[in-house]
């Protein structure tokens, strides 16, 4: 009888195994970001002869490449999302003619420029090689897999190409339609958590109606805080200007002086002798960097501009920069589109005025609104709105040099990128404040180092005071602003405030934000 049980009961348990198995294959996994692949063109490539030591062929459409004789330098930027991580990496070139040989990728130093480079004051050349690619035939790519430890996720990277054979070969530039290439898959880094915060104040906002006031810049009395203002952009086609709102919300003045841009400020700037509290912002009206006095007893704004100073046009955002190296202020103004980020020296005429003059340029290939310069650690962070958050040199002899902080896209920025703020702690200590308009969030970065992620958080709704949507311009300080915001103070635009007409600013504690 046992015997025709257990004959009965196999089946069974059969059935409940692969029932079991059945559940267990069912639950859910977590998700994981699928592998992206991104193709990089040359930014810069030439190549150098031995024959001709002292020459530059920088604007060459071919490189002449060789064993010896020729030999190739090429540059690429690369900036991947944050947290990533690189999985393969290969390199391809197209070849003009066909030798019987193959290319040989070496390491190579940045320290190289494309105008001016020869075979006489190049880098040392690195005989070390990353890999080789296949033989060299005629109106075709070549390519070789490289390690993935040959790239890091941000910054430039130079490699040098010569051949295994003294046969010359001739490749295609990036002057040429078939430009060379890196292309480079990578495993992102999972989206971050996102927590909401409250605000406290929402200010009353510009008449008329859509999203006019975009950006903010807070300026805080340190004698009395709950003094302190924030100075707001009108960026209306028909009567824009700016505006100071006091710590209640409330309008104190309004100039209207055109559609004003982004707005900063700076305390310090010495002028005919007196220390004066400095505004700068850029004018989309007339395309020119408009500077004002802020006059802390009656809290509002004078012009001081010597003169109409004419920038890039057209022009989108701005912000200013005091160098802790010269004492020296600065204004940068940044392009609507593909153009130049402009650095102007800021200089007291000796009437009471401030004038401007033009010390660098920078090119950016796309809109590019919103700018932050750390003063004392002398960095530019700049926000190219469907691309990254560069980080530059703020000092005017900085160069051109930039690495990526972060990118649209790489799961903690959903573009636009648009505001960016520094709550400045001791000993460079502090956190970069970036705005996410893709997802109405704001992510944190630490001020220092290579600026890590820290987190990611939404401004909500808190009684009558609406949640923040479409968020653009933001400022941040970490100083006592007054009551309620004794700990520091956020100032968040909101495109849609609900009830409103217009955009309008939302008042965070700052400690509600970093605990």
């Not at 130049?340 to 950016?364: P, Y």
């Not at 705005?435 to 990611?456: E, M």
């Amino acid at each position: 009888m046992l015997s025709h049980f257990r004959l009965f009961l196999a089946p069974l348990l059969a059935l409940a195994t692969l029932g079991a198995f059945a559940l267990l294959s069912d639950v859910p996994k977590p998700a994981v970001a699928a592998p992206t692949t991104v193709t990089l063109n040359a930014v810069a490539d030439t190549y150098v002869s031995t024959a001709s030591p002292n020459s530059n062929f920088g604007r060459a459409t071919s490189l002449a490449v060789s064993q010896n004789t020729y030999r190739v330098l090429l540059r690429f930027d690369v900036s991947l999302p944050a947290g990533s991580s690189i999985t393969n990496v290969s390199f391809r070139i197209y070849s003009r003619t066909s030798v019987n040989a193959s290319l040989i990728v070496h390491p190579a130093s940045n320290a190289w420029e494309e105008t001016t480079v020869t075979s006489a004051n190049q880098p040392a050349w690195q005989t070390a090689e990353l890999a080789r690619t296949g033989v060299l035939r005629s109106s075709q790519y070549v390519s070789a897999t490289l390690p993935t430890s040959a790239v890091a996720p941000s910054g430039s990277v130079s490699f040098g190409l010569n051949t295994t054979s003294a046969s010359q070969g001739s490749l295609a530039s990036r002057e040429a339609s078939q430009r060379p290439q890196l292309v480079i898959t990578y495993d992102p880094a999972p989206p971050p958590p996102i927590s909401t915060v409250q605000p406290a104040v929402e200010n009353v906002g510009f008449s008329g109606s859509g999203d006019i006031s975009d950006d903010s810049a807070i300026w805080v009395d340190p004698a009395n805080p709950a003094n302190s203002v924030v100075i707001a952009d009108n960026k209306a086609t028909s009567g824009g200007g700016i505006g100071v709102f006091g710590m209640d919300g409330k309008l104190i003045q309004f100039r209207q002086d055109g559609m004003i841009g982004n707005v900063d400020t700076r305390s310090g700037f010495s002028s005919s002798g007196q220390s004066m509290v400095l505004v700068g912002a850029n004018n989309r009206t007339n395309n020119t960097l408009v500077l004002y006095s802020l006059d802390p007893a009656s809290r509002t704004l004078s012009p001081v501009a010597a003169r109409s100073i004419a920038t890039f046009a057209p022009n989108l955002g701005s912000c200013l920069y005091h160098s802790r190296i010269s004492g020296k202020f600065y204004a940068f103004v940044t392009p609507n589109g593909a153009g130049s980020i402009q650095q102007f020296e800021l200089i007291d005429d000796g009437s009471g005025k401030v004038d401007a003059t033009l010390v660098r340029t920078l090119s950016i290939s796309s809109i590019t609104e919103s700018c932050v310069a750390d003063d004392e650690l002398g960095h530019l962070y700049v926000g190219q709105e469907d691309v990254a958050v560069w980080k530059y040199g703020a000092e005017p002899g900085a160069g051109a040099g930039r690495v990526s902080v972060d990118t649209a896209g790489g799961g903690r920025l959903v573009a636009d990128i648009e505001g960016m703020s520094i709550a400045y702690g001791e000993n460079g200590s502090g956190k970069l404040f970036v705005s996410s308009q893709g997802d109405s969030t704001i992510a944190v970065y630490d001020r220092a180092g290579s600026n890590p992620f820290i987190k990611k958080f939404r401004v909500g709704s808190n009684g009558t005071i609406d949640a923040v949507t479409g968020t653009d311009g933001i400022d941040v300080t970490a100083l006592n602003a007054g009551p309620q915001f004794e700990q520091g103070l956020l100032v968040v635009h909101d495109e849609t405030n609900t009830g409103g007409t217009t955009s309008n600013l939302k008042y965070v504690p700052l400690n509600a934000v970093l605990g």
